[in-house]
């Protein structure tokens, strides 16, 4: 008797793979063999823990000497409510917080210029003064919890002045501050993001503040980390691993050329230098991808740019597991998934790890998927042994052949963007914007055919969804609150000392002068992020048009 049943005929005839190739298109064997690593050189290709090319990790004892960073992006509304949910993280376990800002902050305006209308607070945190900062900070200290400030040029010019304000009003030495600084002048390097950036204020002012931020950090901040490349949200785009490692290298030794051709020596800047990428769902594609970048940054650093520091060879990042591997359909799945990016970040040998909640699909995370996010990273830290011994997984006939494989593939795609001019010049082309747009659609369309399973969205579906509890958006609320506050604010400081101040970044923008002491005059004397931005694009006849 025959068995219709479409479960059982499964199992009878066997599951058949969608695909038996990585999402980057590098194909994958049945079986590996020592002959498919007979080409690996052991102390040119790997060598231990902590030394070139730093394949197996950028410290000899990894998470043996020292767990990784548990973070959590964090920011939303005002800087007292931004304050209220770091005091429960940490409380909760969190040893770190990356700290994100409203669209109006991130493009340079205040919360009640009339442009943040209905977006105040929404997707970050508003800051506008140097008190906004010190609220988030109250019952931390920058000098012992690492703060990321997710933040592009020209706004993180401003932050990381706010920063030293911050720390000059604390008594605390800049030489002990410590955390990222991000300080991608692009963040998005394509499409909506990067014309809104290029929008509000003028590219060539995007990368001079850029290189301001590199001398000023070289020269005042050794244990604050800058960020080069944010290297997720182009992730977050639907781009491959390939693409991710090999535009976001390209892009970090483009913004190098650019600090070495300013005068700074290469050991001044990058030991300091970090990078924040995604990890996606494909296990052992994350983990070869992150090694494959390391060997590739140590050995251009080494050999290309002529570093001597054994530091300024070590590619050190953060990770957030991919945000557009979340689903709204069946939400809770998304633990899952959440958990084998991060395990794959572990394997891998990040630094800083931060998972993203459940719910993120749908809203701002709630204080519950918050909790849960955290719980992930201590359940596979301090349950699961995974950290008792130092790149486990080193050796694996398939792991090193597909690391050797993701870095030629890697390498490939660099010499391309190298014979367009490098990545400043790829990004102005457009031809990065075409590369994106195809592994976008492409991405699109396998999961429309079928061809690449997303469990409960093509495959698994349930004809009821849940009901999940977000966290509440008052963005009228907030905007009325920051209004109200800005007004008083204004208030009570010397105008005229005011008009100084923001006088002086007009007439210094317009030089060669580094900005950073110039933009922490103005914000001494209570200048606001918005005021200081404008007298910035005064001072380059820029226009906003709208």
């Known amino acids: 008797m025959k068995n219709n049943n479409s479960i059982y005929s499964t199992y009878l005839e066997g599951e058949k793979l969608g695909r038996i190739e990585t999402p980057s298109g590098i194909p994958i064997k049945d ?22 090319p730093f394949t197996r990790g950028v410290y000899p004892n990894m998470y043996r000497g020292r767990f990784w960073t548990r973070r959590f992006q964090v920011g939303f509304g005002t800087p007292q409510e931004t304050n209220e949910r770091l005091k429960f993280l940490f409380k909760e376990g969190q040893t770190g917080f990356t700290m994100t800002i409203d669209l109006p902050t991130s493009y340079g305006f205040d919360s009640d210029d009339p442009i943040s209308e209905g977006e105040v607070g929404v ?16 019952g931390f200290s920058p000098d012992q919890v690492s703060c990321s400030l997710s933040i592009r040029p020209p706004v993180s010019a401003v932050t990381l002045s706010m ?22 002048p692009f963040y998005q390097m394509s499409g909506g993001p990067l014309q809104t950036t290029t929008q509000f204020f003028p590219l060539d002012g995007i990368i001079r503040l850029n290189q301001d931020i590199i001398e000023f950090m070289a ?36 913004i190098f050329e650019l600090a070495v051709s300013r005068g700074l020596n290469v050991d001044e800047f990058a030991p300091r230098a970090s990078f924040f990428c995604s990890c996606g769902i494909d296990f052992f594609e994350e983990i070869a991808k992150f090694r494959a970048m390391r060997r590739i940054y140590a050995r251009t650093m080494k050999e290309r740019f002529g570093a001597k520091n054994e530091r300024s060879w070590k590619f050190r990042s953060s990770v957030q597991t991919a945000g557009n591997s979340l689903t709204t359909q ?80 890697i390498l490939e795609l ?26 976008r659609v492409k991405n699109q369309r396998e999961i429309e055919n079928d061809e690449k399973v997303l469990v409960g969205v093509n495959k698994f ?34 105008q005229k000392r005011v008009a100084e101040t923001l006088k002086n970044v007009e007439l210094n923008m317009k030089t060669s002068k580094n900005m950073i002491s110039i933009i922490m005059e103005a914000l001494k004397a209570r200048a606001t992020m918005g005021e200081i931005h404008q007298a910035m694009r005064d001072a380059t006849g820029f226009k906003i048009q709208l």
């Not at 063999?33 to 102390?43: G, R, S, T, W």
């Open 123 to 138: 997707t970050g945190v508003a800051i506008s003064t140097v008190e906004d900062l010190e609220a988030i900070f109250n």
């Open 31 to 52: 079986v590996y063999f020592p002959a498919h690593i007979n080409n690996l050189n052991y102390d040119n290709d790997l060598g231990k823990p902590g030394e070139f």
């Open 461 to 494: 579906k349930v004809e009821e969804e849940p009901e999940i509890k977000i966290h509440s958006i008052r963005s009228d609320e907030w905007g009325a609150a920051r209004a109200a506050y800005l007004k008083e604010y204004r208030a009570n400081r010397e």
């Open 330 to 409: 069946q939400p809770f799945n998304n633990v899952i998934r959440t958990t084998m990016e991060a395990l794959a970040s572990i394997f891998g040998g990040l630094q800083s790890i931060q998972v993203a909640s459940y719910d993120e699909g749908l809203g701002l995370p709630t204080e519950e998927s918050s909790r849960i996010a955290l719980r992930v990273q201590q359940i596979i830290g301090y349950e699961t042994g995974v950290t008792q011994t130092v790149d486990p997984l080193a050796g694996s006939y398939y792991l090193e052949s597909l690391t050797k494989e993701m870095e030629e593939n």
């Open 414 to 439: 660099m010499e391309k963007v190298e014979s367009r001019g490098g990545m400043i010049e790829c990004i102005r082309s457009g031809w990065l914007e075409n590369e994106i747009l195809r592994a």
């Open 163 to 184: 920063l030293a304000v911050l720390a000059d009003r604390r008594g605390i030495p800049y030489k002990n501050i410590i955390g990222t600084q991000q300080n991608d």
């Open 219 to 254: 020269k005042n901040f050794p244990k604050l980390n800058w960020m080069v490349t944010n290297a997720y949200n182009l992730r977050e785009t639907g781009i491959t691993a390939v693409q991710e490692g090999a535009f976001a290298l390209s892009h970090a030794f483009n």
